[in-house]
């Protein structure tokens, strides 16, 4: 209960990390990689909806955005977790831990050549069904990584980090939602003491974390991403 508490409290408030902790602790006791990331995401599918319906409240999503990361994140979500049943999804994390490193450090410069116009020119080039798909699919690969990977990518690119958290939060429950379908499909076993407890703390910290996504300040946001974002990635590659 205490991990899913601080875990969502991180996720809710910067849009990432509540798979990283929490996997990072059932892969420490030796659960199997794909069991671990199949119970964090059944945990998930309640934490991600009082998240993205506290988000919408408070007026932290864009609508369109939203729509644009959905359908794409639900698709890498299932491709993600039959690949994961099928191959040892630690090796795959060195190269998202290299890419998240990179996404990091560039948010943490971007906050020095911040300029008012730099969301309406980069938002022309990004291609958010790709990033959707991508977030999706090493969202599943890694038990976490949906939030680091689309809200890092976009954070670095300009866009507001309260909208962009805010959305993608609330993509995220379908996106879990899917990956949990594909799961039961292709996996016999959860951890069911562990869901029970990382839903309850992870629920009484939900509404509290998007309120902190409301008040704090957008520069201050965009640090605490990229400061979180290059820790968790030198924590992967290390480790």
């Known amino acids: ?10 996720d809710g408030a910067l849009g990432m990390a509540y798979g990283t902790i929490s996997n990072a602790l059932l892969l420490s006791v030796g659960v199997p990689p794909a069991i671990s990331s199949a119970s964090v995401h059944f945990a998930e599918i309640f934490t991600t909806s009082i998240s993205g319906f506290s988000h919408l409240k408070l007026g932290n999503v864009d609508k369109s955005l939203f729509k644009k990361l959905l359908i794409p994140g639900v698709i890498g979500g299932v491709l993600g ?9 630690d090796k795959i994390k060195p190269f998202i831990g290299i890419y998240l490193l990179i996404m990091g450090i560039r948010i943490l410069y971007k906050v020095t050549t911040m300029h008012k116009h730099s969301e309406e020119k980069i938002t022309r080039r990004r291609h958010y069904s790709i990033l959707g ?28 980090p309260r909208k962009t958290i805010g959305s993608v939060n609330a993509a995220e429950f379908f996106v879990t ?15 069911w003491s562990v869901i029970i407890g990382l839903i309850i703390g992870g629920s009484l910290a939900a509404p509290i974390a998007a309120l902190i996504t409301k008040k704090i300040p957008a520069k201050v946001l965009m640090i605490s991403l990229g400061c979180i974002i290059t820790f968790l990635s030198i924590r992967m590659i290390v480790f």
């Open 1 to 10: 209960m205490i991990v899913g508490f601080l875990a969502q409290v991180v």
């Open 81 to 89: 977790a039959y690949i994961l049943t099928n191959i040892d999804g």
């Open 133 to 160: 798909l991508l977030g999706g699919f090493f969202d599943a690969i890694g038990g976490g990584g949906w939030g680091p990977i689309v809200t890092s990518t976009l954070v670095s690119d300009g866009k507001n």
């Open 177 to 191: 939602i899917s990956e949990v379908v594909a799961f039961f499909a292709l996996l016999s076993q959860f951890n």
